[in-house]
């Protein structure tokens, strides 16, 4: 059922709306747990548009064997996703950066109040984020180590390759799925591909592992595939920052093994022609992020590399 | 006067961004000062451009005493400001929410950990900077509570009101926030204006900071006394928040006093021009901050008003 959760007049003639599409069970079939899938923070992060849809599919094909309530939230900044822009337009912050908001603030912070309260008392919420339009990532669920010991149990179901365990930081204390964990509400991240695009073998890998994690709650008695056992990482990962600016052309792929020492691409003058920096990897491990957009600065995030976690 | 590079960036297609920066005086590093970090912060550079006119005028009459630096940054992100983006153009990353930076970080940050490093261990660090909700403010000193902040310094600027902010997370990231944190006197100054130049405003914060400069001091300076100032606590202002969306009839501007139950501003129907709300005054005092666009949303906030316990 096609809910409007928020709703906020703009100046002319048009308002905002977050809308959710509850899908729930056959009477007599409901177990009682509801899970939250959301996405369309940052306007320019598409890759949940796709989960999304996928879901709905399935889930509306097979309510025969749908045992919970899933809340499908496509757009939580849809004026972003309408507008190609990251944030909410005409707004400074970060969406991300406001929950859990407050009633009486400005209007985005208002909004992210209502969505919170939306999902407060979910038993799992999941929120899609795709990078952003400069790095595309293997996909991966990302944890603050706060949380660790609630959610790498539930990430291991996602059907992703990997867990990032991270430390904690004041400013990430703003984000929707820390203000869920907060109260109580588990919220997994998952970051996967690029922005502004679509990589449907990510998203049909999700949904397998949304499925799978639906059926280890009891919410799913349908058929679900074996998921891969992702790598559990905590600081084991190595940052690869531009040193100049030009065209970064890669050589390598992204999700591969690469030696230390190796060359993974050049950042070049199209001027000149000179190779200002050949770019080496600085450890061996998996290239799981990789920088899809060409033009960089010095300080441009090029790659990450995980460099630690494959023995288990 | 000496004037510095304090930071250079090398950068796609364009010159070498090259942060420049102006001492006064020498010795113990006594105050930095910082203009505009975002592109749209135009005045706040005018504001330190100002400042800079005035401290080498200063300087050359021998009025800067000894054994006291006074640095001025005007513009951090002219990169921005030259293609009229209020962040950094690339990536829209915001450079003051990336304090206090990191040298081997992505771009913005490693900007900030420069700026950062070239304003650190003054005793006094002063800000001229803009608010991520858009509008005029009465001008006024703004500090963070951190448990490190002290508001009667502030009170030296003799500006009418110092505003005292609980950090929300995504404050932890500003310059502000770091140089208290990193044992610093942190202030930052807001007026009227940040995309357009009002010279008035930018005088009134230039004599400010040189009072404030004389009562710590690092000047001989003569000038009034300025206010008393007003310390409020930013969660104490009362707040006039849209019930409805449409154009936003301002009836008031900021540092204009009402009363309680007063006609403030009106909520037009954009096609019909129709009054769809009148905002009321919800408490008679001063207005401290007022939504200055002409289109507003449902739940904006369009008024802070100076309760008159206050004023």
């Known amino acids: 059922m096609k809910e409007t959760i928020v709703s906020v007049q703009l100046p002319v003639q048009e308002a905002l709306e977050i809308e959710r599409n509850r899908l729930t069970p056959p009477v007599g079939q409901d177990g009682g747990k509801r899970i939250c899938i959301v996405t369309g923070i940052h306007g320019d992060e598409l890759e949940g548009q796709y989960l999304a849809y996928r879901l709905n599919r399935v889930l509306q094909a097979h309510p025969e064997h749908l045992h919970g309530t899933v809340d499908i939230y496509p757009a939580i900044n849809p004026l972003g996703i309408n507008s190609i822009t990251r944030g909410v337009p005409l707004f400074d912050l970060d969406m991300n950066r406001v929950f859990p908001g407050s009633e009486n603030s400005s209007m985005v912070e208002h909004i992210a109040h209502e969505v919170v309260e939306d999902i407060r008392g979910a038993d799992i919420c999941i929120d899609i984020h795709a990078s952003n339009i400069f790095l595309t990532e293997l996909p991966q669920v990302r944890i603050n180590e706060m949380f660790e010991t609630e959610l790498v149990p539930l990430a291991k179901e996602l059907n992703i390759d990997f867990i990032w365990v991270h430390a904690a930081a004041t400013v990430l204390e703003s984000t929707l799925a820390h203000s869920l964990n907060s109260i109580g509400t588990k919220c997994l991240v998952v970051e996967m591909g690029v922005g502004m695009r679509l990589t449907r073998a990510y998203g049909d890998q999700l949904l397998e592992g949304i499925l799978n994690l639906m059926k280890t709650q009891g919410m799913w008695s349908g058929d679900t595939q074996p998921v891969r056992e992702p790598i559990i990482g905590r600081n084991e990962v190595a940052f690869l920052n531009a040193e100049g600016a030009g065209i970064f052309i890669s050589e390598v792929s992204h999700n591969c093994m690469v030696e230390q020492g190796q060359t993974l691409g050049v950042i070049a003058d199209p001027l000149t022609g000179q190779d200002v920096q050949v770019v080496t990897a600085p450890e061996k491990g998996l290239l799981f992020t990789l920088r899809d957009y060409p033009v960089v600065y010095p300080g441009s995030l090029l790659g990450r590399i995980l460099t630690g976690g494959f023995e288990k | 006067m000496r004037q510095e590079t304090l930071y250079t960036l090398d950068t796609p297609y364009r010159q070498k961004l090259a942060v420049e920066g102006f001492r006064f005086g020498r010795g113990k590093k006594c105050c930095a000062i910082v203009g505009a970090i975002r592109g749209n912060e135009v005045q706040q550079m005018y504001t330190c451009s100002l400042l800079v006119r005035e401290l080498k005028r200063l300087e050359q009459q021998g009025a800067i005493n000894t054994n006291h630096e006074i640095l001025v940054i005007p513009c951090v992100n002219h990169f921005s400001m030259n293609v009229g983006s209020r962040f950094w153009a690339m990536d829209q990353t915001d450079i003051n929410r ?152 301002r009836l008031k501007v900021a540092g204009e006093n009402v009363r309680y139950g007063e006609v403030i501003g009106e909520i037009l129907d954009p096609l019909t021009a129709e009054v769809k709300e009148q905002l009321i005054a919800p408490t008679s005092g001063t207005l401290f901050f007022a939504a200055k666009n002409p289109l507003i949303t449902q739940h904006a906030e369009a008024y802070r008003i100076i309760r008159r316990m206050y004023s």
Not at chain 2, 154 to 175: E, H, I, M, Q, S
Request: hydrophobic share 35%.
């Open chain 2, 98 to 249: 990336m304090f206090p930076g990191y040298d081997k970080g992505e771009t913005t940050q490693r900007i900030a950990e420069a700026v950062f490093s070239a304003v650190q261990g003054y005793d006094y660090g002063i800000q001229f900077t803009s608010f991520y909700v858009q509008g005029e403010f009465v001008p006024h000193v703004r500090i963070m509570h951190t448990g490190y902040e002290n508001a009667s310094l502030a009170n030296l600027f003799g500006l009418p009101y110092v505003l005292l902010r609980n950090p929300k997370p995504f404050d932890t990231t500003t310059l502000n926030y770091n140089w208290q944190i990193w044992n610093t006197n942190a202030f930052s100054i807001y007026s009227h204006e940040s995309d357009d130049i009002s010279t008035p405003q930018a005088e009134l914060s230039v004599s400010a900071v040189l009072r404030f400069l004389s009562r710590v001091g690092a000047l001989h300076y003569t000038c009034h006394n300025g206010y008393m100032s007003a310390i409020l606590q930013e969660e104490n202002l009362a707040s006039v928040h849209t019930t409805c969306g449409g154009i936003f009839h």
